[in-house]
């Protein structure tokens, strides 16, 4: 059963992301990729100056 304010969804990510995900997890003191990632993505998401060069970033793509 999914926590509340959380859904279940699906997406695409490559190996070598999750591979460096795995390898981080002990270390981030997190106990699933889950937790590792929504972490991650709310630290980008309240950091302006990380928008800023992520979306710079994106856009170059």
Do not use: C, P, W
């Not at 937790?35 to 302006?48: K, S």
């Amino acid at each position: 059963m999914a926590s509340k304010g959380k859904v279940r969804k699906g997406f695409y990510i490559e190996e070598n992301l999750l591979e460096q995900v795995d390898g981080l997890l002990e270390q981030a003191d997190v106990k699933s990729r889950n937790e590792f990632l929504n972490q991650t993505v709310n630290t980008i998401f309240h950091t302006d100056k990380i928008n800023t060069k992520i979306l710079h970033s994106l856009k170059g793509r």
